[in-house]
C-alpha cells in the first residue's frame, strides 16, 4: 500500500489559497483594460499598449524568480518563505490599481503603467512559488494529481467569481467605480485566503544539495524532453483559450446584437429600450456573465474527474483524448451556428460553451501535473530539481498563449472587417453605442470562437505522441527517484547530527 503524506489541512486550504488568487488574476485579466478605458478615462490604444507591455515585462521575471526560488535554502523550504510575505505587497499593489486617483491626463497614463507593472512583479513573486510547491509536497504522484486538481478546482471558482459580479455591480446604482471597488475587495480577500498556503502546507521533498548556476539551469532545462514538449504543446495549442478571452465579443455581436431593435434605437436612442424591445428575458448587462459561467462550467467537472481519468489512463492518454474531445465540441459548434450566426440561440450555445469548457478543465490542470513530472524527469536524468524554473515556465507560457491568442483575434478582427465603436457615440444614458456588425464579420467572429480552438487542440497533440514519460519507462524513474530521495534524507540526517 503506497504511504500517503497529505494531511486534511493541507488538502482543504490549498483551494482556498487558490480561489482568493485567482480572484484577483480574473479581474486583472478579464475587466483591467475596460477599468482604464472606463473609469480611469484612457485612451483604448494607450491602455492597451499599458497591458501589453506590462505583460512582456512580466513574462521576462517568471523564469528569472523561478531561478531565485531554486537558490532560496530557510527553515520553510525553497516555496514557503515566498508564501509567507508575498500576499500584503500582492493586496497593495491591486488596491492601487483600482484607485485611479488621475483621469484622461499623463499622470493617468503613469500611474496605470507603473501600478501595473508594480502589480505583476508582487504576483510573480508569489505565483512561482505557490504551484511549484505542488511538485514539493509529496512524492506520492497520485497524491501529487489529486492535489493538482483540487488546487486548479478552487482557482477556477475563484474566477468564475469576479466574472459573475463585476458585470452586476456596474449596473447597479454603484456605477462603474463601484463595480470595480469589489477589484480592491479582492484584493484583501485574496491575500488572506492564498496566505493560507504557508501556514497549513509542509515542503517534504528535500531540494538538490546544490543549486544550478543560471548557464547550467539553462543546460538543464534543454535536456528536459518532458517540459520542452509541454511547452511546445502549449504555443502550438495557443488559439485554445481564444473562445474563453473572446466571450465578450459573442455576448454583444452575436447575442445582444441579435436582440436589439435598431428601429427602436433609431427613434429613442437608447441602447437598454431597444434590447428590451428585443423581447429577450435574460437582462443585457449579464450576457457576458452567463457565457462566462457555461464555460466555467464545463471546466468545473472536469476538474473534477481527472483524477478518476488518472486511476485509469496515463497522463498522455488523457490529454491527447481531452484535445480530441475539443476539436469536436467547437466543431460541432460551428456546424450548429454557422447558416445564421447573427440570430444565436443563447440555450444551445450554452451547452457547447459547457461542453467546450470540459477539454480546457483537464488542460488547465493535466499541465501543471507534467509540469511537476518533469521536476522529477529532471531530477533522475540530471540529479538536480528545479521546481522554481520548471514551474516559471508554467506561468510564462500561460502569458505568451494569451499574447498569441490576442494577436490571432486581432487577426481575425481585421480579416473579417470587425468594425469598432465609434469614440462619443453614446445614448440618451451615456452608454456607448455598439457598431452594428454585417453577417460576414458575424460569421468572423463565430470561426474566431469555434474553428480557431478546435485547430489549437488539434496542434496541441502533435508534441505528446512524442511523450514517452509513461508507463513502466514512468514507473521505473518514480522508483528510483524514491531510493535517491532515501539516501539524500540519511546523508542530510547524517551531516546534521
Known sequence: MEKKYLTLKEKICFPLSAFGRSGIYTIMTMFYLV??????????????????????FDALNDP???????????????????????????????????????????????????????WGVCFTIQDVPFWGLTSVIT????????????????????????????????????????????????????????????????????????TPTFKETVHVVGQNKL????I?????????????????????????????????????NDVVAAYKAGGFWIPRGTILTTLTVAIGAGMVPAMVVFPMLRKKFDLKQIYIGSSIFGVIAHCVCYLLFMNDPGHINIYILWVCLFLMGFPLGIYNVITYAFIADSVDYMQWKTGKRSEG??????????????????????????IGKYQKPID?????????????????????????????????????????????????????????????????????????D
Open 35 to 56: 477599468f482604464l478605458v472606463d473609469v480611469a478615462k484612457l485612451n483604448a490604444v494607450t491602455a492597451s499598449a499599458i497591458i501589453l507591455g506590462g505583460r512582456i
Open 64 to 118: 528569472i524568480m523561478g531561478m531565485i526560488v531554486d537558490k532560496t535554502r530557510s527553515k520553510w523550504g525553497k516555496m514557503r518563505p515566498y508564501l509567507l510575505f508575498s500576499p500584503i505587497p500582492v493586496c497593495v499593489s491591486t488596491i492601487l490599481l483600482f484607485i485611479a486617483p488621475f483621469q484622461s491626463s499623463a499622470a493617468a497614463t503613469v500611474y496605470a503603467a507603473c501600478t501595473y507593472v508594480l
Open 139 to 210: 512524492p506520492n504522484e497520485k497524491e501529487r494529481t489529486q492535489f493538482i486538481s483540487n488546487g486548479r478546482l478552487g482557482s477556477t471558482f475563484g474566477g468564475i467569481l469576479p466574472a459573475l459580479l463585476i458585470p452586476i455591480l456596474r449596473q447597479s446604482s454603484l456605477g462603474l467605480r463601484g463595480g470595480y471597488l469589489f477589484g480592491a475587495i479582492l484584493g484583501v480577500m485574496g491575500a488572506l485566503l492564498s496566505s493560507l498556503a504557508f501556514f497549513t502546507t509542509k515542503e517534504r521533498i528535500e531540494p538538490s544539495t546544490t
Open 227 to 230: 517540459l520542452l514538449l509541454v
Open 232 to 268: 511546445a504543446a502549449a504555443i502550438l495549442g495557443s488559439t485554445m483559450v481564444i473562445a474563453n478571452i473572446s466571450a465578450d465579443y459573442i455576448a454583444n455581436y452575436l447575442i445582444i446584437q441579435g436582440y436589439t431593435d435598431f428601429d427602436v434605437l433609431a427613434s429613442t
Open 389 to 414: 524554473v520548471c514551474f516559471a515556465f508554467q506561468t510564462f507560457l500561460s502569458k505568451v498563449t494569451a499574447g498569441i491568442a490576442g494577436v490571432v483575434t486581432g487577426w481575425v478582427l481585421e
Open 424 to 496: 462619443g457615440n453614446l445614448d440618451i444614458n451615456g452608454k456607448q453605442i455598439l457598431a452594428q456588425q454585417t453577417p460576414f464579420t458575424q460569421k468572423w467572429l463565430l470561426i474566431m470562437v469555434t474553428l480557431l480552438p478546435a485547430l489549437g487542440f488539434l496542434l496541441t497533440m502533435i508534441p505528446m505522441f512524442f511523450n514517452d514519460y509513461t508507463g513502466k519507462k514512468k514507473e521505473k524513474i518514480q522508483n528510483e527517484l524514491e531510493e535517491i530521495r532515501k539516501k539524500e534524507h540519511e546523508l542530510s540526517s547524517v551531516v546534521k
